[in-house]
């Protein structure tokens, strides 16, 4: 007989929603099956909402699991119902607000949620972008290098914004490398921003050399570390504080502590973290990166 996914009608609150297919396997190395992900973002809703609360929110879904197909989706997909708040004309975003939105794209097989710098203000088709509330530094680590030489830099940058009075907050990807943001006042254009990380990126390479590369080719980037400057353009997205990353394991953006950073730079244990272990964070140490939410 054909195989049929199985249903279920749930409410979420308030909203009626059908989940489907809850048994799928979405990550094949752990055997973390499709419920267990709509599980994470139910648990985690109340540390990641902030952090996606007014920016609109390009998505990757895996239809079929990690080690498949994926594919970027900014758009509303067809279907979408009337209540997930939106914003823009082309592409029209989702703006997830509540549970039941994280659940309804959860449900999409959306693992990874990524945001740009910047809010919208208002809704729908009139909804106007506002000037980024804070800037972003994605350290990507090179051929030989890894998470200690992510923590090496970001000890770098932390020194060199804290001089322009800026307070930066660590994540690491639950990819490869680690990133830094720091809060902005919006009154600057994020041209203005790109303009400014990627003097900072320049100033970086020309000081530590053996260390950091502020341009992006291949060639240039063997055991050093690539200060991407570029994620401040406006039409760029980084992973949201809390996502879940379509790896071989369900890792986790996870912000992190500066003594965890600091152990890392000095050779101590810095690694990604799965959805798990964050839960388990969160349940302690509340939300590391509530600063930069807004």
């Given at each position: 007989m054909p195989y049929e996914a199985t249903k279920v009608t749930v409410e979420v609150d308030g909203r009626r929603m059908k989940l489907s297919s809850l048994e799928k396997v979405m990550y094949p190395r752990t055997g973390t099956t499709k419920a267990q992900v709509i599980d994470y973002y139910a648990r985690v809703a109340p540390v990641i909402l902030p952090h996606l609360r007014d920016r609109a929110v390009t998505r990757i879904r895996f239809p079929h699991g990690v080690g498949d197909m994926q594919f970027f989706e900014k758009n509303l997909p067809a279907g979408t119902p009337a209540w997930i708040r939106r914003a823009g004309r082309d592409p029209v975003f989702?703006?997830?607000d509540d549970l039941a939105g994280l659940t309804y794209f959860a449900n999409l097989n959306s693992l990874e949620l990524h945001v740009h710098q910047w809010r919208y203000e208002g809704q729908g088709r009139d909804a106007?972008?506002?000037?980024?509330?804070?800037?972003?530094?994605?350290l990507?680590?090179?051929?030989?290098?890894?998470l200690h030489e992510c923590a090496r830099v970001a000890l770098i940058v932390r020194e060199r914004l804290s001089g322009i009075g800026l307070d930066t907050v660590p994540v690491t990807s639950g990819s490869k490398g680690l990133q830094l943001y720091a809060v902005l006042p919006g009154a600057h254009t994020s041209d203005e921003i790109r303009d400014t990380v990627q003097q900072l990126?320049?100033?970086l390479t020309k000081a530590h050399p053996d260390l950091v590369v502020w341009k992006m080719a291949k060639e240039l980037r063997p055991g050093k570390i690539f200060l991407d400057w570029s994620q401040n353009v406006a039409a760029k997205t980084t992973v949201c504080p809390y996502s879940l990353r379509g790896r071989d394991r369900p890792t986790v953006a996870a912000p992190r502590s500066w003594d965890e950073v600091e152990a890392g730079a000095e050779g101590g244990e810095l690694e990604q973290l799965t959805a798990d272990e964050v839960l388990d964070r969160v349940a302690r140490d509340g939300d590391l990166a509530a600063g930069i939410a807004g």
């Open positions: 989702p703006l997830i106007v972008p506002l000037n980024p509330d804070r800037l972003v530094i994605d990507d680590p090179g051929p030989g290098t890894g990126a320049q100033e």
